[in-house]
C-alpha cells in the first residue's frame, strides 16, 4: 500500500459529495443546450467501442453515452456483465473482462477502444496490459488510477459490495502497475469538483502517450456531460497509430476546457 504521505492526498470535501446528485442532474439537464456543439463533434470511423460503468452501477448508467457514441458513427457495445461490483464482476483475473473483448473483437475482426467510467476506467487500464493487441486507446473518467485508494469518498463501501480489500495481498502489486501508463495511447478526464474521487488520482502520469483533459463538473455526471461527450468524441475520432494530445486551440475549448496536458 501507498503508505509515503507525500503519496496521500484528502477525498473530496462533504459539501462536493453532498451536492453530486444535483450538479449531476444540472449536467444532464444541459445537453439539449449543448446541442451545437455535440452536433460539431468530429464523426467516427465505424470501430468498436467498449463503455465500462463506474462501482455499483450497471449498463443502464452508460447508455446516453452509448447512444451517442453510435449517433457519432462507432459501433458502441455495452460491457455486459452486471452491476460493476470488482472482481465479482470482471473475475480475480479479470478474466469476464477479457472475455468480453475477445468476444468484440471476434465480431469486428478490430481494435476495440475503452471508455471506462470511475471503477470502469481502472479496469479498462488494466484490460489494455492484458489485451493490448487487442485495445486501440483507453479513456478514463474520474477514474482514481493512481495514488492512495483511499483518496475517494467510497472505498468503504467498495470494501463492503466488492469483498475485495484494500489491504489484501496483491493490492500493492496492483497499485504499482496502475501508477505506469498503459501500453496504449490514454487519455484521463477529470474534474477538480469531483466529489467522490480525489482530481490528483485521476490524472495519467506523463508519457509520450497519455494526456489528460480537466473540465467543470461532478463525478456521477461525467457521462453525461455535454463537455465531456465532445472530448470523447474529439478522442475516439483520431486515426489508429495516429494518436495525438488534446488540441485547446480556440477561445471554445479554452472556455470549457480549463487544462489539458500534464500541468494542472
Known sequence: ?????TDRVAPPSLFLALTEPVRALMELGSIPMAA??????PRGDGHPVLVLPGFITTDRSTSLLRRFLTRMGYDAHSWNLGRNLGPKAIGLEGEHLIARLD????????????VG????????????????DLVRQVITLGSPIVGDPRATNAWRAYQRFTGHRLDDPGVDEQLRESELPPPVPSTAIFSKEDGVVAWQNCIEPEDAFTDNIRVYGSHCGLGVNPVVLYAVADRLAQEDGSWKPFDRTGLMRQCVYPSSGHSH
Open 117 to 132: 467510467w470511475s471503477l470502469g476506467g481502472m479496469m479498462a487500464r488494466q484490460l489494455s496490459r492484458r489485451r493490448p
Open 1 to 5: 500500500m501507498l503508505n509515503n504521505q
Open 103 to 114: 468476444e468484440i473483437h471476434a465480431q469486428t475482426g478490430q481494435r476495440t477502444s475503452l
Open 36 to 41: 451545437p456543439l455535440l452536433a460539431s463533434a
